[in-house]
């Protein structure tokens, strides 16, 4: 059974930092899209940032500099430091995966950050950052 599920999330105060994790389990992520989105309450879900195989790498625009996505392999987890954060931050973070996709597929693409496209979802971690 796959399985995704997030941890990390708080409340910090702007200018703050969080580091988000997503252990994922019955599935190997490597062959995976492995994305953070997330909602604000009364808006639609966004894409935040995706890592592929072979270090690829999107980001939303309004993140980049200030947060990094990253996995780790051996223990089949993702990871998104956030640092600088923002009033406009926050929202549940939700960790999503995309696949599995071949070799030739991570050849050919980059990976995205729609969400539709994503197959499995975690329940997500809230993060508050106030002013």
């Known amino acids: 059974e796959v399985q995704l599920v997030e941890s990390g999330g708080g409340s910090v105060q702007a200018g703050g930092s969080l580091r988000l994790s997503c252990a994922a389990s019955?599935?190997?992520?490597?062959?995976?899209?492995m994305g953070w989105f997330r909602q604000a309450p009364g808006k639609e879900r966004e894409g935040v940032a995706c890592?592929?195989?072979?270090?690829?790498?999107t980001y939303l625009d309004s993140v980049k500099a200030r947060f990094t996505i990253s996995q780790d392999n051996t223990k089949n987890t993702l990871y998104l430091q956030m640092t600088n954060l923002r009033p406009e931050d926050t929202a549940m973070y939700y960790c999503?995966?995309?696949?599995?996709?071949?070799?030739?597929?991570?050849?050919?693409?980059?990976?995205?950050?729609?969400?539709?496209?994503?197959?499995?979802w975690g329940q997500g971690t809230q993060v508050t950052v106030s002013s």
């Open positions: 019955g599935f190997t992520s490597s062959r995976y899209v």
């Open positions: 890592i592929a195989k072979y270090g690829g790498i």
């Open positions: 999503a995966a995309d696949g599995p996709k071949s070799a030739s597929w991570f050849s050919a693409n980059s990976p995205h950050l729609t969400a539709a496209r994503y197959d499995y």
